[in-house]
């Protein structure tokens, strides 16, 4: 009697998850364009040009896969913009090719995708990435693109990587001063806790029922993408990044909040 308890208790439970999937689909335009305020009488059609803001080769696909994903499916116009080469053990140019092929599998064109190589943004977890440099190399490329949208780490930065937490601190003080387009939405990506970040699909209905500005959510198929994508940075696939492939939430789902437009500063470069 026990262990059909326990067998209803599994079905019963991978059922919510598929019943959320399906729930996802539907409500996702919904919250795509209430989080940009946009009129729910209005088709997406090319609404949006998302830029996703990282600040390594790999952090694409290891961290916003799901989000790319879906956004292609949307037909938004998805572009990439990478602070650094990834060069911390001298990998740099094949670390950029993985990354070009990354995108490819997850719907980025090349024409979309920008790498910066500055010895002063180096792929070094001791290094102190500065506000300033990060604030204007991204100021400039929001100038230089019209994007409305644009998705990157949190203050914890998924990982807590340096880099990643230095990219959050940059575009905060970005916002800030006022430096953006009024028209353009940040959103964060939540970073989780230990339990939660490896407890793979089957996290999905916490993340569903916890409040976010924006839920994107892949099944199957976008997880064989995304793995795909992950795949393509055979420099980086040691045993504990394979782990991470099969264990990940982050493979499956992205919550995201917006980014708070606070009082206006003075710009410190």
């Known amino acids: 009697m026990y262990a059909y308890l326990v067998v209803f208790v599994i079905l019963s439970y991978l059922a919510w998850i598929r019943h959320i999937y399906f729930q996802h689909l539907r409500a996702l335009v919904k919250s795509l364009k209430r989080v940009m305020n946009i009129s729910t009488e209005r088709e997406l059609n090319n609404d949006i040009t998302a830029l996703i803001l990282t600040a390594h080769p790999d952090d694409e696909c290891m961290f916003f896969a799901p989000t790319i994903i879906r956004l292609r499916e949307l037909n938004v116009n998805v572009h990439l913009l990478c602070l650094s080469e990834g060069n911390y053990y001298n990998q740099g140019p094949e670390r950029r090719h993985e990354l070009l092929r990354s995108c490819a599998v997850l719907g980025i064109p090349n024409s979309r995708i920008t790498i910066i190589d500055d010895d002063k943004l180096p792929d070094d977890p001791k290094a102190e990435w500065s506000t300033a440099l ?28 340096a880099n990643h937490v230095a990219i959050y601190t940059a575009i905060r003080h970005l916002i800030s001063t006022g430096e953006v387009p009024k028209e353009c939405t940040f959103l964060s990506l939540v970073t989780v806790g230990l339990l939660r970040k490896y407890f793979s699909f089957l996290e999905l209905p916490l993340s569903w029922l916890l409040p976010s500005h924006l839920c994107l959510l892949v099944g199957s198929k976008g997880y064989k993408r995304a793995k795909a994508a992950m795949l393509c940075h055979g420099s980086q696939l040691l045993w504990f990044r394979r782990l991470y492939i099969a264990f990940s939430r982050y493979m499956f789902v992205n919550t995201f909040q917006v980014i708070p437009r606070g009082p206006k500063i003075a710009k410190i470069y």
């Not at 490329?141 to 990587?161: K, P």
């Open 134 to 161: 990060i604030s204007s190399v991204v100021g400039k490329h929001l100038r230089a693109q019209t994007f409305n949208l644009v998705l990157t780490f949190d203050g914890s930065g998924v990982s807590g990587h």
